[in-house]
Nanobody
Framework: QVQLVESGGGLVQPGGSLRLSCVAS????????IAWFRQAPGKEREGISC????????YYADSVKGRFTISADSAENTVYLQMDSLKPEDTAVYYC?????????????????????WGQGTQVTVSS
């Protein structure tokens, strides 16, 4: 069973950058869709990016398109989320998640209940 651990969160000023990491233990990430979600205070969890190993495709929500970049390092079994031009509204707890069945993103979408493995989350705060 794959397990996920996020890191890289912190406090950053508006316009700044952070890179989040999601390290997977167990099976290689090449066969899985690894997604990033975030949850801001008082708001529902939002899917923002996914790298789908089985069909080698990348997806972004409109809210982060053009500012965030997802990538994967198979040798490190790690998925990264490079976040640039950060805004105060990006403040949230960021989670990575995957589906242990190995389905591609086209079958999962941004539906939380399709993802059965979650990391513990990492806090990102964008503030001056």
């Amino acid at each position: 069973q794959v397990q996920l651990v996020e890191s890289g969160g912190g406090l950053v000023q508006p316009g700044g950058s952070l890179r989040l990491s999601c390290v997977a233990s167990g099976p290689t990430i090449d066969y899985y869709a690894i997604a990033w979600f975030r949850q801001a205070p008082g708001k529902e969890r939002e899917g923002i990016s996914c790298i789908s190993g089985s069909d080698e495709k990348i997806y972004y929500a409109d809210s982060v398109k053009g500012r965030f970049t997802i990538s994967a390092d198979s040798a490190e079994n790690t998925v990264y989320l490079q976040m640039d031009s950060l805004k105060p509204e990006d403040t949230a707890v960021y989670y990575c998640a995957t589906d242990s069945r190995g389905l591609p993103f086209v079958a999962l979408g941004w539906r939380e209940n399709e993802y059965d493995v979650w990391g513990q989350g990492t806090q990102v705060t964008v503030s001056s």
